[in-house]
Structure formats: structure tokens, C-alpha cells
Nanobody, 124 residues
């Protein structure tokens, strides 16, 4: 049975940093892209970043470019999101997702496994 679990969320002041982790278990996902999505209160879920199966290709939403960095360690079935220079607008529940494809996309329907999310709150 596949399980996807995020961790690392919390409360941080504006300008601070957090590192999110996502561990997927149940089988190997080295041939599956993974991604981070987020959902702020009252808003739709939006794509943040994705990384290819081997980790060689990464893409970022414009609103996090230069501040967030995605990585993965396939030996641990774990993906990370280093979030620097956090802003109050980054406050959201952050979700980890596993794609059915090798290369990541920004299409929510391409992602077949989802975690429950981890709360990130940035105070001003």
C-alpha cells in the first residue's frame, strides 16, 4: 500500500526558512516525478515545484523562483523542499504528490498519490 507523508511544516517569521520533507513508501518511485503543491485558506490548490524521477530536472512556479529549492533522494524515497526568504503570502498547507509520469507537470490530474499536507504559517 502506497503512503505519502509530509513533515517539516511550522510557524516561522517572514524572512525565515523551513525545510519540508516527503516520504513515499510502498514501492520505489525513482521512475515517477514528484511535486509540491499548496493551498492557502479560501484559495484553490496551486502547483509550487516539481522534480523528475531521477531528480535531474526541476521546475518552479514564478512566485517561488530563487527562494524555494526542490530535491530528492531516491535511496530514501524522499523529496525535499527548502524554503528560504519566506513571506506571509507563502502561508498554506503544502502537499506532496507523486506523478504517474517520469517528468513533472503542472496538471493536478497527472498526480496519483497525495499526502495529507503539512501546515506552513509565515508571520509578518
Amino acid at each position: 500500500q502506497v503512503q505519502v507523508v509530509e513533515s517539516g511544516g511550522g510557524l516561522v517569521q517572514a524572512g525565515g526558512s523551513l525545510r519540508l520533507s516527503c516520504t513515499a513508501s510502498g514501492r520505489s518511485f525513482s521512475n515517477n516525478a514528484m511535486a509540491w503543491w499548496r493551498q492557502a485558506p479560501g484559495k484553490e490548490r496551486e502547483w509550487v515545484s516539481h522534480i523528475s524521477g531521477a531528480g535531474s530536472t526541476q521546475h518552479y512556479a514564478d512566485f517561488v523562483k530563487g527562494r524555494f529549492f526542490i530535491a530528492r533522494d531516491n535511496s530514501k524515497n524522499t523529496m525535499y523542499l527548502q524554503m528560504d526568504s519566506l513571506e506571509p503570502e507563502d502561508t498554506a498547507v503544502y502537499f506532496c504528490a507523486v506523478s504517474a509520469r517520469y517528468l513533472g507537470t503542472t496538471q493536478e490530474n497527472d498526480y496519483i498519490y497525495w499526502g495529507q499536507g503539512t501546515q506552513v504559517t509565515v508571520s509578518s
